[in-house]
């Protein structure tokens, strides 16, 4: 599939430069001919004009939004293909990963923290270190979208309850 588009989708959860500027760097430091087969769905509040100039040059399109709002997220969801949670910190599990996979939506996540244990499958999971394996990956699930079913089928046993009870907390 020489022309397929991959959507995916960035959620700012940190709240921090740091966290942006590794993300941005993901992507802009990864090989042209994939990033231009992505499009992006950016929800920061700290992406600068120059940071988004920046990503829309090195990606097919990208569409942005200041923050989060879980009623546009729902209407997003049905685009978004892959949610990328960097985890650049060794934080426990991560807000942003909650709301992709209380939406189904399988997610790509560094291996630092607690994000990378909710799935069992290495599909999902990239050396932080080495921006080679977040090539790798990215690239295998625009060439074989199909494998983005292995998420569903390789979620840890207690994913959906923790989610669910993570749920169920922020709405208290």
């Known amino acids: 599939m020489e022309n397929q588009i991959l959507n995916i989708a ?4 940190l709240n921090t430069r740091e966290e942006l500027n590794y993300f ?5 430091k990864t090989n042209k001919n994939i990033t231009h087969k992505i499009n992006l769905y950016l929800i920061s509040n700290l992406a600068t004009n120059e ?14 939004y200041n923050s989060f709002n879980a009623s546009i997220f729902d209407n997003l969801a049905c685009k978004i293909q892959l949610g990328i949670v ?27 923290g607690g994000d ?11 050396n932080t270190e080495d921006i080679n394996d977040f090539e790798s990956k990215i690239s295998n ?32």
């Open 10 to 13: 960035y959620i700012e959860y």
């Open 24 to 28: 941005k760097d993901l992507i802009t």
């Open 51 to 64: 940071d988004i100039e920046e990503l829309k040059n090195n990606v097919n399109e990208i569409f942005t």
């Open 86 to 112: 960097p985890s650049i910190l060794a934080e426990t599990i991560s807000q942003a990963t909650i709301e992709f996979i209380s939406r189904n939506i399988p997610v790509l996540c560094g291996d630092k």
């Open 116 to 126: 990378s244990e909710l799935c069992t499958s290495n599909l999902f999971t990239f």
């Open 141 to 172: 699930f625009i060439n074989q979208p199909e494998l983005l079913n292995e998420y569903r089928q390789n979620k840890h046993e207690l994913t959906d309850t923790f989610i669910n009870d993570s749920l169920l907390l922020a709405a208290e």
